[in-house]
């Protein structure tokens, strides 16, 4: 059977699974809908947090970034994870001895105020946006490079897909879809991970693999690594480019802007007991390591692989995965010196996006009409492609790059339900049920939550179809965004009763516009800022300043505080009950 | 002992259940910044002189040792809490 055919069969089978999931476990009160009833186990809402997590991002780009950056990649795996020793440290059990469902629910009755719950919901949402238009285009990459449908056909079908179990069954349908959407993206990620490590370096448990010696040599995987890419002119693999202090920045708000994602923190509602939430979250961290400690192995090889296959070799000989990207775009060839042998270096290729002219050169290599740069590099590569095209690189079989797929939609797919899900209780419940209506019954309520849900796929679709320019450049706002607003305002709600309505408004919104304000600045096309080192605030890039965001957030609400009225003593003992496990929420 | 009494034992009680967790926190926390942002970022130059079993210890800590050292911390906090919440009787279990 061919592996289009093979491809089919496995993100059929899985479509299937998560289906009969949903049917079986449908939502029917807004407890169920919005928490799961909170009866979830630890372990299973250890699974369904870390399928949650990882996102397409965490599946298909991560082991590319490492590969491509290496020491630089470590602020995503550091950052990444560092983020639930925050969330089962400082929130997340206090979050559920609080026992409502949402976190805006959380901030409004912390700080008494309806415009502190609103403008969570705001932060929320945004945040929740512009996560989720990257995941509907991951599903839609997945599905044109194996399954060979245009992009929007395969956005449409993950549209589909997401909205029969999330509209249909709630938290409770999601949380077990994304049990079994754990297992099957783990699953699809270590396989081709073990075949490639035994292959590199003889040692099956990647992991270890990646420091182990290359077959056929005395040299260890990385110290190879290094040499290899120094002789072409590139920095280290384990040595960086970017600064200290903007490593620092960027992972301190990846760990903080992970510890405070909407959807992430819910999750912590679900399961029965406060000690149930720490103990959850340390399952979660376990199930992300997983994946977390072989993506460094996977990046460190595929670059390698990928060094050895290309560099000085003729392109009329280069293996068959060389053409097969090429031909959908995410590999580029350009001979400078008409030599017809591949040289690869640091820098890129050509000027501008891959644009090909629909002709063909005299190796047979698909003509550029891009402007050639004057770098000896000559091939462009997309760095997405290293796990999709790892088990091809490594000539595995057919099922294995079936299963990667299938794997690939997983990841993008519960990380696409989960957003939505916390997008449509902020809605139904804290704008709603909480702000403006609230006398509609619990049915009305659940029809909301399905309603907005609804909507909220379209949306996303629409965003995953047709994304803004700057798409892949605003996920450093969702990160940004949770860590200088809403996790500074649940540290200081459960830690620092002292801290009054006044003081949380004017933190979350001093942390909020100076973040998102340095970020436009930055990023958009509006300012015409150079977004450079020397232009940065104590060279921060915008993707680390959410930890100046954070520090900013905390300086202004307690400085408000000190100014403002006190903190009613109602609210003072709901937090001296929310920080106590066993005793009984008394309202 | 009366009803006054009680509540003010268990005001102690809270108090000084409240005490030990933050001791607990900052000590935990200690090391997760340590493991972290200190030995995969701030002294990783110095780190990366030592190398075992084929890594280099800065990078190794930046890219794997961290994340196994974060579950570590998270289950110690998990367990040293049981017991913290019974000696102090706020057990939710």
Redesign the interface.
Known sequence: MDTQALTYIFVGLSFALYIGIALWSRASSTSEFYVAGGHVHPIANGMATAADWMSAASFISMAGI?AFSG?D??VY??GW??G???L???LA?YLRKFGQFTVPDFIGERYYSKTARVVAVICLIIISFTYIAGQMRGVGVVFSRFLELPVDMGVAVGMGIVFFYAVLGGMKGITYTQVAQYCVLIFAYLVPAVFISIMVTGNPIP?LG????VVGGDI????KLDGVLVDLGFSAF??GSKS?ID??AI??AL?VGTAGLPHVIVRFFTVP???DA??S??YA??FI?LL??TA?AVGAFARLNFVESVSEKSYANAPEWVKTWEGIGLIAWVDKNEDGVIQYGPGAAFEGRVDFSGEVGVAGERLLTNHPTPLTNEIFVDRDIMVLANPEIAGLPGWVIALVAAGGVAAALSTAAGLLLVISSSISHDLLKKTFRPKITEKTELMAARGAAATAIVIAGYLGINPPGFVAQVVALAFGLAACSLFPAILMGIFFKGVNREGAIAGMAAGLIFTLGYIVYFKSPWFGATNSSEHWLFGISPEGIGAIGMVLNFAVAFGVAQFTQATPPSVRSMV?NI?????VLSQ | MSEANETAEENTN?SL??RA?IKL?AG??AI?FLV??GA???F?DVL?KIEI????LG??F???G???I??V???V??AR??VI?RRF?????
Not at chain 1, 579 to 583: A, E, N, V
Not at chain 2, 53 to 56: P, T
Not at chain 2, 89 to 93: H, L, Q
């Open positions: 490492i020491y990649a470590s795996l550091m994870t560092g639930y020793v925050l089962a440290l400082l059990p992991q990646l420091g182990s010696d260890s995987v990385l110290s384990t040595e200290k490593m620092f992972t301190l760990m007991k406060v000690s720490r103990r979250a340390g961290l376990i390591a977390y400690m460094p001296d920080r106590t496990p066993g005793t | 809270r259940y409240w967790n926190l935990l926390l997760w972290s942002l995969g970022i701030i990783v990366n079993a084929g890594f280099k990078f190794w930046a890219q794997q961290s994340i196994l974060f579950v911390l998270i289950f906090y998990a809490m049981r919440e009787g706020v057990s939710d279990e």
